[in-house]
């Protein structure tokens, strides 16, 4: 982590800091979301195909907060598709 010492640098480093914990979380709950899905994939309840396309969203939800959170956007799209102003 880089400390700004000038004007609002303090500040953009906060931001920086909240928003990388946020997605950190973000994808410890995409990790948890794709082993429910892989082992009901393995148990028989999901076709691979469903499986895949069920990872393959999810994957791009999680493109999507990374790119608001991480890469400056300053809304975060819910798993719904709705957004919120952080």
Not at 15 to 43: P, R
Not at 62 to 85: A, F, R
Request: charged residues 30%; aromatic residues 6%; proline residues 0%.
């Amino acid at each position: 982590m880089t400390f700004l010492l000038h004007g609002d640098g303090m500040h953009n480093v906060e931001i920086s800091t909240k928003n990388q914990t946020l997605f950190d979380q973000q994808l410890q709950d995409f990790a948890k979301d794709i082993s429910i899905v892989c082992a009901l994939e393995a148990g028989g309840k999901f076709e691979a195909s469903d499986a895949f396309e069920q990872i393959k969203q999810k994957w791009k939800l999680l493109k999507k907060k990374k790119k608001q959170l991480i890469d400056g956007t300053k809304e975060l799209v819910n798993e719904d598709n709705s957004e919120s102003v952080l």
